[in-house]
T-cell receptor, first 116, second 118 residues
């Protein structure tokens, strides 16, 4: 049963610490998204990649956030230094997108981040 | 400007009844896709249904159907014969096609919380 895998599921950290969230997209999917979900802002797109290249990371605070895909099986989202306002659920999703067609994005179960 | 608008923060429906969750969208791209996702209290995002902008017929998936009115830019989700397990947050999302598939990010609405009652 193919699924997007995110680790860790839950993370509690102190303000100022570095946080790294990992995502294993579904094998064969060429597009990976990072979303952040909060009560106030809902689901916000932070960044997304096509064939490991970043296409859009305009939703991401550049001074502290970074997203990479070191290889096709791993996407990472890093926050350094973390702040309490970063507390949220971070979702990774992957999809197959070819030309102008595309399929639904499959979501991981999310990483619940709490920064104290 | 909001790309996806869901005007109903919360909805109630009785078990076995049908319910319509509203979604309107805004795009100038002729090629786009519309999606509905369900998020139960456990937190995962579950894909429900997809409608492409060039699709002639409304999409259906089991008890879910999408009432696609292109001229009005609406893509309402209809759930027939509601079940208690349908209680969840429902998100409408849009993927804009762009040229050569260089776009395709998914933009989500704010969601509608559906509560199914006995």
């Amino acid at each position: 049963d193919a699924r997007v895998t995110q680790t860790p599921r839950d993370k509690v950290t102190e303000m100022g610490q570095e946080v790294t969230m990992r995502c294993q997209p579904i094998l064969g999917h060429n597009t990976v998204f990072w979303y952040r979900q909060t009560m106030m802002q809902g689901l916000e797109l932070l960044a997304y990649f096509r064939n490991r290249a970043p296409l859009d990371d305009s939703g991401m605070p550049k001074d502290r956030f970074s997203a990479e895909m070191p290889d096709a099986t791993l996407a990472t989202l890093k926050i350094q230094p973390s702040e309490p306002r970063d507390s949220a659920v971070y979702f990774c999703a992957s999809a197959v997108v070819i030309s102008q067609s595309g399929t639904e994005a499959f979501f991981g179960q999310g990483t619940r981040l709490t920064v104290v | 400007a909001q790309k996806i608008t869901q005007t109903q923060p919360g909805m109630f429906v009785q078990e076995k009844e049908a319910v319509t969750l509203d979604c309107t969208y805004d795009t100038s791209d002729p090629s786009y896709g519309l999606f509905w996702y369900k998020q139960p209290s456990s937190g995962e995002m579950i894909f429900l249904i997809y409608q492409g902008s060039y699709d002639q017929q409304n999409a259906t998936e089991g008890r879910y159907s999408l009432n696609f009115q292109k001229a009005r830019k609406s893509a309402n989700l209809v759930i027939s014969a509601s079940q208690l397990g349908d209680s969840a947050m429902y998100f409408c999302a849009m993927r804009e096609g762009g040229l050569g598939g260089t776009a395709s990010k998914l933009t989500f609405g704010t969601g509608t919380r559906l509560q199914v009652t006995l």
